[in-house]
Each structure stands twice: as structure tokens, then as C-alpha cells.
């Protein structure tokens, strides 16, 4: 007899294995009802953490922004930040991070120390700088109880941050980065990367599947699908509408003011 699906259905609790068997049937590896084998279910997986691995430098992928909360170290340059704390065992004997994260920030978007006065936590935002600044900061070593600047060095697996001057106080700092979608461990993760929710935010599992799908086509020996590229290119682009927000702009007072200033050549990199 034939199966009747429920009237009603409790929410799924999707997993890795949902997202790959669905690509593989978009593609035509696997037919509705079918289980997928071992080596082609592993090989699918693969793909997956690669693409959510490119996903990860992305800015237009990222769905939300963290603003995490640490404690400087005294006296401590640089601090870390990463996988693995200073009470935790991290994987292949890699250094713990001062400041615990699944992963290093790909960029620091904003930092501030936080500081207590009359019992109210209140935020002094410090300026995020480059590598030219920091190249050309002349007493890398001047130590004081605040640090009024933040050079964030992109390195792996751990990131460096040089608060400067280095900090004699254990204040606390807030730290603006992205959110990441997590790399899955096993098959049968949750979507939402080991040992997190049955879910994502809204379009992010249509977008994953169905690019996936696009990416399994070369090395599943199918040819290119029109239909399918459009599809995952709709899905995406529903992620990409919502995460690309247009920069804050202003002007003096809404006008510009009539005030000389200094010429500048960017040729030469003097003034005349």
C-alpha cells in the first residue's frame, strides 16, 4: 500500500545528511528514498565544509555581527584570539587563545573599552588600525592603563590583537566580529554545525543545498544545469539582499563649509 504522508508534521531537525542528500538529488546521484553510500555521502560532506569554508570570508554571507566580551590580560602583547581557551585542550597541539573563539576572525569590524564609572559600564570605542599604521608606530613596547588603539594581525589558526599602548589593567574590551556558520564534523551534525540548533537563519539552508548541488555537477560528471543555477542564484541572493547594507555617510552639518584647505598631490605624497 501506498505511504500517506501526516496530516500534520512536527518541525524537521535537518542535519548534514538532510543537505547532502537533497543535493545529491537535485544532480540526479541519488533518487528520492534512496540512502546515500558511504564514500559518496563523505565526498558530499567534504564539499559542503569547503563551501561554508569559502562562505566564511565573505561579508555578504554573514548574518549577524557578535560583540564579544573579554578580559585584557596585564601587561600582555599580543592577545590571541581563536579556537581553544587557556582551560581548554585545543586540537593538534595549537597554542590556546587568550580570547576563546571557534575561529579567528577573518576582520575585526570594531573594538572599545569598557570601563566602570558609578557602578554603569560605559564604551570608549577604540580605532581599528592597519598594518601601515602599525609598521610606523615607532614604541611598540609603551605600556598604559588604557589602551587607546587596537592593530588586529589576521593570523592563523589564532589572531593577534596589539592593543597599544599595551594595558596594565585588567579591563574589559568588546570586540565587533563576524558571525561564522560552523564547519560540520560528522554527517549527521545539525545544520547548524556540531553540537548547535537543527536550523539556520532564514534562506541559508535553501542557498546552502542548492549551491551545493551546483558544485557537485563538475565532479558527478553532469553537465551544467540551467534551471538549478538559476534557482541557487535566487537563494543567494535573498542571503545577499539582507546582509548588503549601505555604509553610513554624513557631511559638516548636512553642507559643506567654505574653508581652504591644504593641497595635497598623491603623486608625489607631499602637500603644495
Known amino acids: 500500500m501506498p505511504t500517506i504522508p501526516p496530516v500534520t508534521q512536527n518541525p524537521t531537525p535537518y542535519t548534514a545528511l538532510d543537505i547532502c542528500t537533497d543535493a545529491a538529488i537535485e544532480v540526479g546521484l541519488i533518487s528520492p528514498g534512496e540512502v546515500l553510500d558511504g564514500d559518496t555521502g563523505q565526498w558530499i560532506l567534504r564539499k559542503l565544509n569547503y563551501l561554508i569554508n569559502y562562505w566564511a570570508a ?3 554571507y554573514v548574518y549577524s555581527k557578535q560583540f564579544l566580551l ?16 587557556p582551560d581548554s585542550n585545543p586540537p593538534n597541539n595549537q597554542i590556546p587563545a587568550t580570547f576563546p573563539l571557534d575561529a579567528r576572525p577573518v576582520l575585526l569590524e570594531s573594538a572599545a573599552v569598557v570601563l566602570s564609572q558609578g557602578g554603569t559600564d560605559i564604551d570608549v570605542p577604540i580605532p581599528v588600525e592597519d598594518d601601515d599604521w602599525w609598521a610606523q608606530n615607532r614604541i611598540k613596547n609603551l605600556t598604559s592603563t588604557i589602551p587607546t588603539h587596537v592593530y588586529y594581525s589576521e ?13 596594565t589593567v585588567a579591563n574589559q574590551v568588546r570586540l565587533e566580529v563576524w558571525t561564522q556558520l560552523k564547519e560540520f564534523q560528522a554527517i549527521n551534525d545539525p545544520i547548524g554545525g556540531p553540537l548547535q540548533a537543527a536550523s539556520m537563519p532564514q534562506a541559508y539552508r535553501t542557498a546552502l543545498m542548492l549551491t551545493l548541488a551546483e558544485s557537485l ?30 555604509p553610513r555617510i554624513s557631511t559638516n552639518d ?13 603623486l608625489t605624497g607631499q602637500p603644495w
Open 58 to 60: 565573505g561579508e555578504q
Open 70 to 85: 573579554y578580559t585584557l590580560v596585564p601587561n600582555l602583547s599580543p592577545h590571541t584570539i581563536g579556537p581553544g581557551g
Open 155 to 167: 593570523d592563523w589558526p589564532n589572531g593577534s590583537l596589539y592593543f597599544w599602548p599595551i594595558p
Open 217 to 246: 555537477q563538475p565532479g558527478a560528471r553532469q553537465s551544467a544545469n540551467a534551471q538549478l543555477s538559476m534557482m541557487a542564484a535566487t537563494a543567494r541572493r535573498a542571503i545577499f539582499d539582507n546582509n548588503n547594507t549601505a
Open 254 to 266: 548636512g553642507m559643506a563649509k567654505n574653508e581652504r584647505h591644504t593641497r595635497f598631490n598623491f
